[in-house]
């Protein structure tokens, strides 16, 4: 069976016939999905769900357009807007302009209202229920209000009142992560069904990164639309683990709320089979793939680093890291300066593993892997 809310609250249509710009502003300022709140502001001049979906998702602070789907396929997108609702979670979502919205558009708002539990906020900018609201609404039922006592812009943030500034997702720089230095890996990890011990238990201490750069690591993460990328690059991140390790993690090994992960290492290679804490930054990432798999087929066992959907053309682990210029400590450069338009060196990520503990390996950089806000070739 599918993750649905067995008990969704009642969509609730918020009246505000004269268009007021302080009612949408009000609505805008109230958007913070850090703490439950998202509001929406589908593009003009359309009404797709398909753009509608990448409204939702660029509200959710992901990168859009999302790669790897077909562009007449809106399905996978609102999988995704579904996941990340609930891994962050936001419990109230706030759409204007919902009086111009196609059946379509309000049919699968409906439909993550489902999925999600959310709390859904459809603002009508006209004194009555558009025809495609009228339908969409009458199979499900509705509440009403009036803007004026929802949409209040004293429960706001003052106008003038400017909000602190975030840090940049990604700003070129290259930061050294000593626990990709094990990500390559070539080992060999057989399925195991064991319920491991704790790193504390077996005595292993979990990388520890400065406040200053778990922040940047979680930003330039937070960005990437595709839950299983992100997670699985921030499992590598806080376990140390190698690929053949972070590819024995099933859905069921990650905890419901996120904050420990269970790898297995039949062989006890290099750490053994280990329950390993997830930082407070990585649990929205870890839940978001656990939730995706849920939504997309309802298997627990499938593995929690693959991807139900099926994108294509998406970046390798390592690849994906360096398009958000996270690697491995590098070796020392070479005594001679690079000569002027000399290519960059590729990033060398050493090959971990009983056998290979001094070798490395360095791959041409992937050709076409999308970039990460900001970034400048």
Request: charge should be positive.
């Amino acid at each position: 069976m599918m993750l649905t809310s067995p008990q969704p609250p009642p969509p609730m249509v918020v009246f505000d016939p004269g268009d007021d710009a302080a009612h949408t502003r009000a609505a805008l300022l109230m958007h913070h999905p850090a703490t439950g709140c998202a509001t929406v502001h589908p593009t003009p001049g359309t009404d797709s769900t398909l753009a509608l979906a990448h409204n939702l998702l660029d509200a959710l602070g992901k990168t859009t357009p999302v790669p790897g789907y077909r562009a007449t396929d809106p399905a996978p997108l609102w999988t995704l807007a579904a996941a990340w609702t609930l891994a962050l979670p936001v419990t109230r979502l706030t759409v204007l302009r919902a009086h111009l919205l196609s059946t379509r558009a309000l049919d699968d708002l409906l439909a993550l209202r489902v999925r999600t539990g959310v709390r859904l906020h459809l603002v009508c900018h006209q004194p009555k229920l558009s025809a495609a609201l009228e339908r969409a609404l009458a199979r499900t039922g509705y509440d009403m209000a009036d803007a004026d006592a929802v949409l209040r812009q004293e429960d706001q943030d003052p106008p003038n009142t400017p909000r602190p500034r975030q840090a940049a997702t990604h700003s070129g720089e290259w930061i050294d992560l000593p626990a990709l230095t094990t990500l390559t890996s070539y080992e060999s990890s057989p399925d195991c069904v064991c319920t491991p011990p704790t790193a504390a238990e077996r005595g292993l201490r979990p990388p520890l990164l400065p406040i200053r750069i778990a922040t940047q690591v979680a930003q330039r993460l937070s960005r990437t639309p595709h839950p299983y990328l992100a997670a699985h690059l921030a499992a590598a991140v806080v376990t140390a683990a190698s690929t053949s390790q972070l590819d024995t993690a099933r859905v069921l090994d990650l905890a419901l709320d996120g904050t420990t992960l269970a790898l297995h290492d039949r062989h006890n290679v290099r750490q053994g089979c280990t329950t390993h804490p997830v930082p407070l930054w990585a649990q929205p990432l870890m839940r978001a793939t656990a939730f995706t798999h849920l939504l997309a087929t309802a298997e627990r066992s499938s593995p929690l680093f693959a991807d139900p959907l099926h994108a294509r053309g998406l970046p390798s682990l390592r690849d994906f890291a360096e398009c958000l210029r996270l690697r491995p400590p590098q070796p020392p450069p070479p005594s001679r300066r690079p000569r002027r338009g000399q290519q960059p060196a590729a990033t060398i990520w050493p090959i971990s593993g009983a056998h290979h503990s001094r070798r490395w390996a360095a791959e041409e950089n992937m050709q076409g892997c999308p970039q990460p806000p900001g970034h400048q070739t």
